[in-house]
């Protein structure tokens, strides 16, 4: 059995920037500022993102702590706004439909999420695009803790309780399009399947060393075998 956990920005579906626009929204509305234009947010927990860039905009931790929820309130009802936008930008990425079924279809295969999205967040993107969010039978998230390296044990542990089964982590594999996915689960020995769909290229994401890197997730049947040989 292995469980096959999702990232979702740049993997599973493109935003075109929604989430940006509402997360600097909601810094504008709470600090008064977005931050740091400069800032990357792939790979990030929308936590970390929060205080990243209040950081740099010279809050200290008691006033971003204090503001916290709030911004993430103000994030989702803008994530919602911009998700339900009439012209077309959000979008689901080829071949994940595909890929979710395949993995459905196999009983040794338990699809999951590991993303830096807080859960309603990560559910309001997933639905946007047509994705039932109660296909992934595991999830680890933003909301669980801010530190990405941290949500592949958290997955491990809520898996324990949702399948009645221990997994070493060796048989984790976490699909994503950032370095930060490919490094999060090394310290519970997880694989990596990159795929270079986000801001990162094959090459870059190859340098990080995974266990297998595609260009996207059009190719079914060897992410399949990608996943059964990690
Ligand atoms: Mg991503």
Not at 57 to 83: F, K, Q, S
Not at 177 to 200: E, F
């Amino acid at each position: 059995m292995k469980l096959v956990l999702f990232d979702i920005d740049g993997t599973i579906l493109w935003t075109d920037g929604a989430g940006r626009r509402a997360m600097e929204g909601a810094l504008v509305a709470i600090f008064g500022t977005p931050g740091p234009s400069s800032y990357r947010y792939d790979g990030k927990t929308d936590r970390q993102i929060v205080r990243d860039l209040m950081r740099e905009d010279g809050h200290d931790d008691v006033a971003i702590d204090a503001r916290l929820p709030t911004v993430l309130e103000e994030y989702l009802l803008r994530l919602e706004r911009e998700l339900s936008r009439e012209e077309p930008q959000v979008h689901r990425l080829d071949g994940v439909l595909e890929l979710l079924d395949a993995l459905e279809s196999r009983a040794d295969r338990v699809l999951g999420l590991l993303t830096g999205n807080v859960l309603p967040g990560a559910e309001r993107k997933l639905r946007a695009v047509g994705i039932d969010p109660g296909r992934f039978r595991i999830g680890a998230f933003g909301s669980d803790h801010e530190h990405r390296p941290a949500l592949p044990a958290i997955a491990l542990e809520r898996s324990r309780v949702a399948l009645d089964a221990t997994f070493s982590g060796d048989r984790l594999i976490i699909v994503g399009d950032t370095p930060a996915d490919i490094h999060c689960g090394r310290d519970v020995g997880a694989r990596a399947i990159a795929v270079a769909t986000g801001h990162y290229s094959v090459d870059d994401l190859s340098a990080h060393g995974p266990a297998a890197v595609f260009a996207d997730l059009r190719d079914t049947a060897a992410v399949m075998q990608a996943i059964d040989d990690a």
